[in-house]
């Protein structure tokens, strides 16, 4: 199964910016769908974004017109730009590959640590 590595957490105060990288283990963003998900402490794991591989995006209510999804194929990676970010964007951070059923088609990484806080 196509392995998957988050990268590019950390400590941010409210209003700043952070970039998450996706790297995958073969060329699995040009087949299928990126998406990015997080996992707040006592909370299920949310899609907060998804890129088709036409190049469509699919953003959640809770991060529209503040985090830009984007994939570069020949590099096997996507990317998670998070601007305006607020405390409740905290969270683990994983990215995954998806088919048109939703169904998910790599492991689940270790994911990124995001903490937002002043």
């Known amino acids: 199964q196509v392995q998957l590595v988050e990268s590019g957490g950390g400590l941010v105060e409210p209003g700043g910016s952070l970039r998450l990288s996706c790297t995958a283990s073969i060329s699995i963003f040009s087949v299928y769908f990126m998406a990015w998900y997080r996992q707040a402490p006592g909370k299920q794991r949310e899609l907060i974004a998804r890129m088709h591989s036409g190049g469509g995006t699919y953003y959640a209510d809770s991060v529209k017109d503040r985090f830009t999804i984007s994939r570069d194929n020949a590099k096997n990676r996507g990317y998670l730009q998070m601007n305006s970010l607020k405390p409740e964007d905290t969270a683990v951070y994983f990215c995954?590959?998806?088919?048109?059923?939703?169904?998910?088609?790599?492991?689940w990484g270790q994911g990124t640590q995001v903490t937002v806080s002043s």
């Open positions: 995954n590959a998806v088919d048109t059923l939703g169904r998910i088609r790599g492991s």
